[in-house]
Structures are given as C-alpha cells and as structure tokens.
C-alpha cells in the first residue's frame, strides 16, 4: 500500500514563497514518476510539475515554469516542490500524486496513488 503525505501548505502574500512536501512509503516501486496537482475552487485538477525516479527529468506546466522547482530526496523518500513568486491565481489544493510507470503524463487519471492535498492560500 503507498502512502503519500502531503505538508507544507499555508497563507502567503502574493510575491511569497512556500515549499511543500510529499513523503511517500519507503521502497516502493523501482519505477515511477512523482507528480504535483492542483484544483482550485470550481476548477478541474490541473498538473504542475513532475520528476522521473529513474532519471530524474522533470518537466513544468507553463504556468509555473521560472517559480516552481520539484525536488526529490531520495534517502527521505520525500519529494519537495518550492513555489516562489506566489500569484493569487496559484491558491488551490495541491495533491501529490505517483504513477507507477516510466513515462510522465500530465493527466490526472494516469496517476495511481494519491496524497491528501494541502492548501495553498496565496492573499493579494
């Protein structure tokens, strides 16, 4: 059974930063991709950003692209994801996600494990 935590979620000025993270059930699978969605009040979940296990490729939605950076720790087994330059239109539930495949996807439904989400409040 994968566990996925996630932390780090709070109220932020808008310029701010916050980091989250997600830790997850040691040892898991040898391959998989770590993903961060989002939903907004009244909005589809949308992807963020996600990082490769084997490799270590990530890969950003356009509109965090220059503020958001995904980072693992493999000996905490817990992936991270700064957030700077926080917009109000960045509020949302943020939820870590895994998919126990090699390729990335950027849909929801491809990935098979899920955290609880954490708020992400960014005040204007």
């Known amino acids: 059974q994968v566990q996925l935590v996630e932390s780090g979620g709070g109220l932020v000025q808008a310029g701010g930063s916050l980091r989250l993270s997600c830790a997850k059930s040691a040892r898991t699978f040898s391959t998989y991709v770590m993903g961060w969605f989002r939903q907004a009040p009244g909005k589809e979940r949308e992807f963020v950003a996600a990082i490769r296990s084997s490799d270590g490729m990530i890969y950003y939605a356009n509109s965090v692209k220059g503020r958001f950076t995904i980072s693992r720790d493999r000996a905490k087994y817990t992936m991270y994801l700064q957030m700077n330059s926080l917009k109000p239109e960045d509020t949302a539930v943020y939820y870590c996600?895994?998919?126990?495949?090699?390729?990335?996807?950027?849909?929801?439904?491809?990935?098979?494990?899920w955290g609880q989400g954490t708020q992400v409040t960014v005040s204007s």
């Open positions: 996600a895994m998919r126990i495949d090699y390729s990335v996807s950027y849909s929801e439904d491809d990935y098979n494990h």
